[in-house]
């Protein structure tokens, strides 16, 4: 008992300082001109500093003596030392630290609503948190089973390798339903589905499924497609249905299915997950290449991990011209242009950022279109 209470100290102290952290830096872009260019900041603030909180929060917590408070507390319960005990055992203890990450987003919340002119509340944000937080815990869970029941047959890098390979392919081919339990979502209207119909036919779409992302009121327009090629299933959200005109909407669709038929998820995946572990495999000696040293492998690895993602960039683009091939170059950009203000999105962004996401900034993307439209 001392130790879970000096972990959860542990937590709710670097939560605080987190959380104050970070409403101190986003108020200085309360009143900002530019709310893209603050939002971009703030974001950044996100993406670079919350996983350093996470990191702190986590070893914080272990010094506190939070794994072996975890484990005693649930080793005492019914099937506690059992495999499913293990793994929950594991997902509790390295999931528990994330409250500081939330700490910290809520902290800048106020000022990103403010900026974005959203009606949403924090009530709401934190039920979506919870649920999206709760359904990947059970998810780490049955992946943590899954491990701890394969025992000794991933020590080998064919056991290893064929593992991952049907962990992905699980996820894949379930990828729909796991958008619906993390999200909410409904069935569309039947004015909302003659419309989607319609358009689909008109961008070279044919989804298996229609479903609604409820958003309107955080103001987050898109869509995307999840599944196996021949059942994706399309989501979109209600304020991108409610914002864009069918012309608008017509062009997006296609870019979506340009994004589908190029296999750009796919292929982003493999390449981000092949190069992990290609890179970790030598390093944690599961796989070995006679005469070449593991450090050598592992840098060659992340080398050709980096140059694949940065050549996957031009599926995006090949994306754009079946857009433009379905629709129009002008659309498109229209297109483009209305989302990244519908989204507070910046329409450039480093070269990190385009080999995170596999897709090149806005305003390139533009500007090949304008380019092609000149040809024409």
Request: hydrophobic share 55%; net charge positive.
């Amino acid at each position: 008992m001392p130790a879970f209470l000096a972990s959860v100290g542990t937590l709710a102290s670097v939560s605080l300082v987190t959380a104050l952290g970070y409403f101190l830096y986003s108020r200085r872009f309360r009143d900002a001109a530019d709310a893209t260019a603050a939002l971009g900041r703030i974001r950044r603030a996100f993406r670079v500093g919350l996983p350093v909180v996470y990191v702190v929060a986590l070893f914080a917590m272990i010094a506190a003596g939070w794994l072996d408070a975890v484990d005693a507390a649930l080793g005492a319960l019914p099937a506690g030392e059992s495999v499913v005990g293990g793994a929950v055992t594991v997902v509790v203890g390295l999931t528990a630290p994330a409250v500081a990450v939330g700490a910290g987003y809520f902290g800048a919340f106020p000022v990103v609503r403010d900026l974005r002119e959203a009606d949403v509340s924090a009530t709401t944000v934190a039920a979506r948190l919870v649920r999206y937080a709760v359904g990947l815990a059970a998810l780490f869970v049955v992946v943590v089973l899954g491990v701890g029941l394969a025992g000794e047959g991933l020590a080998s890098g064919a056991g290893f390798a064929a593992a991952i390979a049907v962990l992905l392919g699980s996820a894949w081919a379930g990828s729909p339903w796991l958008v619906r339990l993390l999200q909410s979502t409904r069935e569309p209207t039947a004015a909302e589905r003659a419309r989607l119909d319609r358009l689909c036919v008109d961008a070279g779409f044919d989804p298996r499924a229609v479903r609604i992302l409820e958003l309107a009121d955080a103001k987050r327009a898109f869509a995307f497609a999840r599944g196996l090629p021949g059942r994706r299933h399309l989501f979109v959200s209600d304020y991108l249905l409610a914002e864009l005109d069918d012309e608008s909407l017509r062009a997006y669709l296609a870019l979506q299915a340009g994004r589908a038929r190029a296999k750009h998820l796919e292929v982003r995946l493999a390449v981000a997950v092949g190069t992990v572990l290609a890179v970790l495999g030598p390093l944690l000696g599961v796989t070995e290449v006679p005469g070449v040293g593991n450090g050598i492998v592992a840098l060659v690895a992340l080398l050709g991990g980096l140059v694949g993602l940065w050549a996957g960039r031009r599926l995006v683009y090949r994306a754009d011209d079946y857009a433009a091939a379905r629709t129009s170059c002008e659309a498109v950009v229209a297109t483009v242009e209305r989302f990244a203000d519908l989204n507070d999105a910046p329409m450039e962004w480093g070269r990190l950022i385009a080999l995170r996401r596999m897709e090149p900034p806005l305003d390139s993307r533009i500007d090949r279109l304008r380019d092609r439209a000149a040809r024409e």
